[in-house]
């Protein structure tokens, strides 16, 4: 078997770059393993200091950690007293979990576009897609690219939407691509009734597979901390098995200590990059180098999208498309038409590596790929 030793530099230099690496430390296994010494394979102690410390770093009054991205979003529907034709409005960036999350409640998703050159939803379109039965706003930091929504919870305001013993609309942010950082003094998520920070290999922070739920409330908390284990000396209820276990806490802990380094070494490289799309034929939707920290990294092309990959794949560096799963109006088979912008950017689009892993000369062959693009 070959070492990395054996490798020759020709062939070292014809390997493709991946397009994603987890980014995990000797400190994550030691961690890990101390854990496993201990016999901490269950939920306990471990995760609820891991869930306050989460709770404390990011200045939420509760977290709760659970298994897997899909068990947040039903969770928090759940809190949400989330029934059977009662309308979730989300833009068709926002993930697959949070889709199948509605359909185990029997909710409907009004999905919407795309602001036109832009990661977000249109505040305009949120606005208007509100009737009498919509119960919650789904606001995805899509790609890791900040967007300030203080002026829609304004607006929400002024509608009379936001006013507990009125009719009431609560508001989900989606914070898995843009935790940990501050901008002008507000961190993403402080303003929603819950924000949810995914745990998986393409999130910021990752634990393998799962998700944190944030709240200030403590009647929300208090129904999602009940509903995420079965059992126990209570009365009985439906419950779930959603508990992650302490030694993938013990992981989390080690990733809550790394965060700031790894945010500021993908917002490093999210800068090279765009200072080289400057200088070529591609372009991006990120506009705030401050703000943004570029948890994935999409190009937009005016050609065929088959090209661009093509001419990745020929320098060897791997790409994947936007929305893996397609965007959330092709899963639910609506008419394309209806959702112009987030489909030309699914048509137009590729996400290139960005991760902390990258090494420098990765990063320089990234950039003079971005150059070189025609």
């Known amino acids: ?14 390997q ?43 200045d939420f009054g509760h977290a709760a950690a659970v298994d897997s991205y899909t068990s947040a979003f039903h969770l928090t529907l759940l809190s949400c007293e989330i029934k059977k034709d009662d309308e979730i409005i989300l833009p068709v960036s926002s993930p697959l979990a949070l889709l199948d999350a509605i359909h185990y409640t029997g909710a409907r998703a009004v999905p919407i576009d ?10 305009k379109a949120i606005t208007e897609a509100i009737s009498e039965k919509t119960k919650i706003i789904f606001l995805p930091y899509t790609f890791g690219s900040y967007k300030e929504y203080r002026t829609l919870y304004e607006t929400l305001d002024g509608m009379g939407l936001r006013k507990p013993k009125e009719r009431f609309i609560r508001v989900i942010e989606d914070i898995s691509h843009l935790i940990g950082h501050e901008f002008a003094g507000n961190q993403a998520g402080s303003n929603a009734d819950i924000a949810i920070c ?41 419950r779930f098995d959603y508990a992650i276990t302490d030694y993938q806490a013990a992981m989390g802990m080690e990733q809550l200590g790394n965060l700031a380094a790894i945010i500021e070494r993908r917002r490093r490289i999210g800068v090279l990059y765009k200072e080289a799309i400057e200088k070529s034929r591609l372009k991006t939707y990120f506009t705030n180098a401050e703000a943004d920290v570029c948890a994935s990294f ?19 560096i791997e790409t994947r498309r936007i929305f893996p799963n397609g965007p959330l109006h092709q899963i639910m088979g609506l008419n394309t038409l209806d959702f112009p912008n987030a489909e030309r950017l699914y048509q137009r689009s590729l996400l290139l590596p960005l991760y902390p892993m990258l090494n420098k000369p990765s990063v320089e062959k990234i950039t003079a790929a971005i150059r070189g693009f025609y």
């Open 198 to 238: 995914g745990l998986n290999e393409d999130h910021l922070m990752t634990i393998g597979k799962g998700a944190v739920v944030l709240t200030d409330s403590h009647n929300l908390f208090a129904t999602i901390k009940d509903l995420r284990v079965q059992g126990g000396n209570r009365p009985y209820r439906m």
């Open 298 to 316: 999409p190009v937009i092309a005016e050609t065929d999208i088959e090209h661009t990959q093509r001419y990745f794949a020929s320098l060897h």
């Open 114 to 123: 795309l602001g036109k050159d832009s990661f977000h939803a249109d505040e």
């Open 1 to 14: 078997m070959e070492t990395a030793a054996a490798v020759s530099p020709s062939r070292a230099k014809n």
């Open 16 to 58: 493709a770059i991946q397009y994603l690496r987890p980014t995990l430390s000797r400190n994550e296994l030691k961690s890990v393993l101390e854990s496993l010494v201990m016999e901490e394979v269950s939920f306990g102690q471990g995760v609820l200091n891991f869930e306050k410390a989460f709770a404390r770093t990011f």
